[in-house]
C-alpha cells in the first residue's frame, strides 16, 4: 500500500513541477511575458501600449508569479489553456484532434510490432542456436539500427513514388495508415522480438515445462499452455512502455507523412513559437506518459508480488 | 591467496558480471582475437573504418564540401563524384564525411557526458544510500519516462535550435540509465572482501570508489554505452532532420536527409546514403556492445 501512495505523490509531484516548468516558458523566453500572454487570450498581436496594461492587471499578471501559477493551472485543468497564435483556435480543440491521431497512430504501430514478434520471438526461442534462430536475432539486431527517417522516405520512394500502390501522406484513408505504422513499428517489433525470444529461453528451461512434457502433453499443447503465457508478462511490461514512449517519440514520422497527431503540433509549435500549443501538447505529452508508466508498474505489482518487496528495498 | 596482497584477483574469483581490471588473465585475453565474438570483430572493424575516415577527411576528402557547381546539378555516381551530386552540385561524398564529423562527434560528446555524469551519480548513490540514494532514483524514474523528443523540442522553445541545445537535450534524460546501472554493479561490488580490506588499509572513501569499485564496473557499462550511441547517433540525426540541430551552413547526415528528400525521386542516393551511413555506423556500435555483452557471459 505504502508503495502505491509513493508512486502516487511522485506522480502528482512530477506533473506539478512539469506545469509549473511549462507554465514559465513566457517568462524565460525573450520578449515581455505579458504581451506574449495575453496574445494566447486575446489574439491581437499588435495590441498598442494602454491596452497591455489594462489586460495585465485584467489576467492578473501583475500578480506574484505563484499566484499567476495557480491561476493558469485551474484554468488548465478545466481545460482553457487559451488560443493558439497561428490558428486562433482554442488550444483545448487542437490537443483532443491530435491525441486522438496519435494514440491510433501508436497503439495500431504497438499492435502490428505485437503480432509479428510474438510467434518470431517464440520460434527463434524454440530453434535456439539453429539458423533461423541465428537469422531473426541478426535482422531484429540490425533493425534497431534503421533510423525511422531514412526508413519512411524509403517507403515513399518505393509504394507511392515509384509503385503508385499506397498514398505518400496524409491520414485519411485506412491506406494512409500502412507506411506510418510500419515504419513506427520497426524498432518495437525488433525489441519484443528479442524480448520474447528471452523469456521465452527462460520459460522453456524452467521445470515446469518439462513437467508437463512428462505428464504427456505434445509440444505445441505445452507452448500454448504454459509456454507463451507465462513467457507474456516481460513483454506486456515493455509494450505499456513503448506506448508512453511511442506518444511522444512519433513526431518523425507524423512530419515526414503529414500526420495531424501531437508529434506534428508541437514540432509546428516550436518552429513557429506558438507557445500555448507547445505548453498544452507538452503537458498533456507528459502527463499521459507518466500516468502510463505508473500505471504499468502499480499493475505490475499486483500481478507479481516479489517486485513489490524489490522495489521497497531499493 | 592473500586479499590484502591483490584486491583486484578476489573479484576474479568471485561470480560477479563485473569485470576485473588490471593484469588479470581476462584482461590478456584481449590481445587474443579468437576469443572475440564474431560480432565484435565485425563490430570494431566497422568502427575504426569510419573513424579513419572521418579523422581523415580534410585530407582525403575529393572535393570542398561547400563548393557548388548549379551546372551539374543532382548528377548520378560517376563522372569525377562517386556518389554524384547534390541539388546545389556538391559533391554527395565529401559532404557525407564533412556531416559525419558532426553527427558522430556530437553523439560521442553526448554519450561521454552521460556515461560520466551518470557513472559517477550511480556508484554515490551506491556508496551513500539513504535519503539522496532515494530521491536521486525516484528522478531517474520520472526522466526515464519523459520522451526525449519532448525534451528536446522543449529545449529548442526555450533556447533555440543549435547543437548545444541538442547536447544538452540529450544529456537530460540520458544520464540515467548509467546511473542506475552504476548503481546496481557497485552494491553488488560493495560487499566484497576486497572493498573491506581496502577500507581496512584506510584507504579514503573516493579511493575506494575510484580505484576499486570503478574498474570493477566498467566492464558492463562500457558494454552498455555501446549499446547506447547508435540510439544517440539516430536521435541527433532526427533532430537534425527536423531543423533542429545542426544548422547551415553546416550540415550532419540527418540534416542532409531532409535536404535531399524534396529531390529523391530524381536522385534516390541524397537520401539514401546520409541514412546508410547512420545506420551502419549505429549498426558497428550495437555489435560491439552485443560482442561485449556475449563474450562476458563466455567468461562468467
Known sequence: ?314 | MSLLDDPESAALNSTAKAVPAGGSPSQRGWTNLRTWPISLRVGVALLITILVILILTPWIAPYDPAAQDLANRLSPSGDGHPLGTDQLGRDVLSRLMWGGRFSVSIAAITLAICAVSGTLIGIICARRRGALDEFVMRVTDILLSFPEMIVALFLVAILGANYVTLVIALVIGGWTPFARLARGLALEIEPRDFIEAARALGCSKAYIMLRHVLPNALGPLLAHAALRFGHKLITVGALSFLGLGVQPPNSDWGSMLADGQPYMVRAPGLVIYPGLAIFITALSVTLIGRGLGLRRDRQA
Open chain 1, 1 to 314: 500500500m505504502i508503495f502505491f501512495i509513493r508512486r502516487l505523490v511522485v506522480l502528482v509531484a512530477t506533473l506539478l513541477i512539469v506545469s509549473f516548468v511549462v507554465f514559465l516558458i513566457p517568462y524565460i523566453t525573450p520578449g515581455d511575458p505579458a504581451r506574449k500572454i495575453i496574445r494566447a487570450r486575446v489574439n491581437d498581436p499588435n495590441l498598442d501600449d494602454a491596452a497591455v496594461e489594462r489586460f495585465r492587471v485584467m489576467y492578473g499578471l501583475d500578480q506574484p508569479i505563484l499566484k499567476q501559477y495557480a491561476e493558469w493551472l485551474s484554468n488548465a485543468l478545466r481545460g482553457d489553456l487559451g488560443l493558439s497564435y497561428t490558428s486562433q483556435v482554442p488550444v483545448g480543440e487542437l490537443i483532443s484532434g491530435g491525441l486522438a491521431v496519435t494514440a491510433t497512430l501508436a497503439i495500431t504501430s504497438l499492435l502490428l510490432a505485437l503480432v509479428l514478434a510474438l510467434p518470431l520471438g517464440a520460434l527463434a526461442a524454440v530453434k535456439r542456436g539453429k539458423a533461423g534462430d541465428t537469422v531473426i536475432t541478426m535482422i531484429t539486431q540490425a533493425f534497431v539500427a534503421i533510423p525511422e527517417y531514412w526508413l519512411a522516405p524509403i517507403l515513399i520512394l518505393v509504394f507511392a513514388l515509384k509503385l503508385g500502390v499506397l498514398p505518400s501522406a496524409g491520414w485519411q484513408s485506412p491506406l494512409s495508415m500502412v507506411l506510418p505504422c510500419l515504419t513506427l513499428a520497426l524498432r518495437p517489433f525488433s525489441y519484443f522480438t528479442q524480448v520474447t525470444r528471452a523469456s521465452m529461453v527462460t520459460v522453456l528451461d524452467s521445470p515446469h515445462m518439462m513437467a508437463a512434457r512428462a505428464r504427456g502433453l505434445s509440444f505445441p499443447a505445452t507452448m500454448v499452455r504454459h509456454g507463451i503465457r507465462n513467457s507474456l508478462l516481460p513483454v506486456v511490461t515493455l509494450v505499456s512502455v513503448w506506448l508512453g514512449g511511442l506518444l511522444g517519440g512519433s513526431v518523425v514520422v507524423e512530419v515526414i507523412f503529414g500526420i495531424p497527431g501531437m508529434g506534428r503540433l508541437l514540432y509546428e509549435a516550436v518552429v513557429n513559437g506558438d507557445i500555448p500549443v507547445i505548453q498544452a501538447a507538452i503537458v498533456c505529452i507528459v502527463a499521459l506518459t507518466i500516468v502510463i508508466t505508473t500505471l504499468t508498474d502499480v499493475l505490475y505489482t499486483t500481478i507479481n508480488p516479489t517486485v513489490r518487496t524489490a522495489n521497497v528495498s531499493a
